[in-house]
């Protein structure tokens, strides 16, 4: 049994964070599918470095805009071609899965995020352009976000939301997410995941810790991001693995996974697997860049209650950044809104430098 069948064995499915059109040629998405990947997630930085980056999308840039197309149309129409793609060698596993797994994600424009029918409506609206069963939506949990999510459930669309620090994050998406299969006229078959970003945390609250510079203060580095998933995790278990959601799980509703996103280690001086090592549980995604899961395949760890064991201590641990004088509440809603300004400044790198391949393109 390899690494990520261990995963899979403890109850976690790895879900591979990025796409790029070769994977899809060449092979190397399916035979990451056979070691034991079971999904994939995308985002606007993650195209913008496969397009911007490579020439394999410029014969369908020079296509789409020759035919009168903009730079945002021809992203749209490249995006909507890998994803499907994706989708389709991933459609065994949903099949096999009976719809746990197997999916693919692409996010609504970034530049919305702010924008409840705006949201709606561009969710809605790729959902018909890919036309795959095991497609989410990706919708960030902003203040607008929570009531296109809520709403987007309740209409049968699958949603991976995205871009949650906090324990408030968790709250308002899980609320929304049991809102709407409450509102779904059949919730069987709905499927969401909860996308809790895990290394950015560390990355900020350390910077803090450093600042305060006092002993209590630097001996929490490198905790909080674990401590702050853990009680994610154990809000997770009350909601939807008790009698609060026990109705409509008769109804064959689905929990709402809780997905770990930003699992690479960004300091160096941790070790280059700790997002995936310490997070491993039942009933939850790690989706794992490439290089990392290269990491994680050599020489990670699966402790199958990894992610229960200590969320007492986590507690504490969180409690104590109050003392020292860090405040994570802000420190969570500055990294939320700086992820929608980074997704939307990758957006518009993107569409830039699409633009500057087809004039190039127009003129060879």
Same mark, same amino acid.
């Given at each position: 049994?390899?690494?990520?069948?261990?995963?899979?064995?403890?109850?976690?499915?790895?879900?591979?964070?990025?796409?790029?059109?070769?994977?899809?040629?060449?092979?190397?998405?399916?035979?990451?599918?056979?070691?034991?990947?079971?999904?994939?997630?995308?985002?606007?930085? $993650?195209?913008?470095?496969?397009?911007?980056t490579s020439d394999e999308y410029d014969a369908q840039i020079k296509s789409v805009v020759q035919s009168g197309g903009t730079a945002e149309t021809a992203f749209e129409a490249l995006a909507v071609q890998d994803i499907q793609g994706a989708a389709d060698v991933l459609r065994g596993v949903y099949d096999e899965s009976a719809g746990r797994?197997? =999916?693919?994600?692409?996010?609504?424009?970034? @530049?919305?995020?702010?924008?409840?029918?705006?949201?709606?409506?561009?969710?809605?609206?790729?959902?018909?352009?890919?036309?795959?069963?095991?497609?989410?939506?990706?919708?960030?949990?902003?203040?607008?976000?929570?009531?296109?999510?809520?709403?987007?459930?309740?209409?049968?669309?699958?949603?991976?939301?995205?871009?949650?620090?906090?324990?408030?994050?968790?709250?308002?998406?899980?609320?929304?997410?049991?809102?709407?299969?409450?509102?779904?006229?059949?919730?069987?078959? $709905?499927?969401?995941?909860?996308?809790?970003?895990?290394?950015?945390?560390?990355?900020?609250?350390?910077?803090?810790?450093?600042?305060?510079?006092?002993?209590?203060?630097?001996?929490?580095?490198?905790?909080?991001?674990?401590?702050?998933?853990?009680?994610?995790?154990?809000?997770?278990?009350?909601? =939807?693995?008790?009698?609060?959601?026990?109705?409509?799980?008769?109804?064959?509703?689905?929990?709402?996974?809780?997905?770990?996103?930003?699992?690479? @280690?960004?300091?160096? *001086?941790?070790?280059?697997?700790?997002?995936?090592?310490?997070?491993?549980?039942?009933?939850?995604?790690?989706?794992?860049?490439?290089?990392?899961?290269?990491? =994680?395949?050599?020489?990670?760890?699966?402790?199958?209650?990894?992610?229960?064991?200590?969320?007492?201590?986590?507690?504490?641990?969180?409690?104590?950044?109050?003392?020292?004088?860090?405040?994570?509440?802000?420190?969570?809603?500055?990294?939320?809104?700086?992820?929608?300004?980074?997704?939307?400044? *990758? =957006?518009?790198?993107?569409?830039?430098?699409?633009?500057?391949?087809?004039?190039?393109? *127009?003129?060879?």
């Amino acid at each position: 049994m390899n690494k990520l069948e261990e995963l899979n064995a403890a109850g976690q499915s790895v879900w591979l964070d990025f796409i790029r059109r070769d994977m899809l040629q060449n092979g190397s998405l399916k035979t990451l599918v056979a070691e034991g990947v079971r999904g994939l997630t995308s985002n606007p930085s $993650i195209f913008q470095n496969a397009i911007a980056t490579s020439d394999e999308y410029d014969a369908q840039i020079k296509s789409v805009v020759q035919s009168g197309g903009t730079a945002e149309t021809a992203f749209e129409a490249l995006a909507v071609q890998d994803i499907q793609g994706a989708a389709d060698v991933l459609r065994g596993v949903y099949d096999e899965s009976a719809g746990r797994d197997g =999916f693919v994600s692409l996010e609504v424009s970034p @530049t919305i995020a702010h924008d409840t029918d705006a949201t709606i409506n561009d969710a809605r609206r790729l959902w018909g352009l890919v036309d795959r069963p095991n497609l989410m939506i990706k919708v960030p949990a902003t203040a607008a976000g929570i009531p296109a999510i809520e709403e987007l459930i309740a209409s049968g669309l699958n949603i991976n939301v995205t871009l949650m620090f906090s324990m408030e994050d968790y709250e308002n998406v899980a609320q929304a997410y049991i809102r709407g299969l409450g509102r779904a006229e059949n919730p069987a078959g $709905i499927a969401s995941v909860a996308s809790f970003f895990v290394s950015r945390v560390d990355g900020k609250v350390d910077a803090a810790l450093d600042a305060v510079g006092t002993e209590p203060a630097l001996a929490l580095r490198g905790k909080i991001a674990i401590a702050n998933s853990k009680l994610a995790y154990a809000r997770y278990q009350e909601l =939807f693995e008790g009698h609060c959601f026990a109705d409509l799980a008769a109804s064959g509703g689905r929990p709402q996974r809780v997905l770990w996103a930003s699992t690479s @280690t960004k300091n160096p *001086a941790y070790p280059d697997t700790l997002y995936v090592d310490e997070l491993v549980g039942p009933n939850t995604v790690n989706t794992i860049p490439p290089k990392t899961l290269e990491f =994680f395949k050599d020489h990670g760890t699966v402790n199958p209650s990894a992610i229960t064991t200590g969320v007492d201590e986590a507690r504490d641990l969180v409690a104590t950044l109050a003392d020292v004088g860090v405040d994570l509440a802000a420190i969570t809603a500055d990294l939320q809104e700086a992820g929608v300004k980074s997704f939307a400044d *990758a =957006f518009a790198t993107l569409l830039t430098a699409i633009a500057d391949k087809s004039t190039l393109l *127009a003129e060879a």
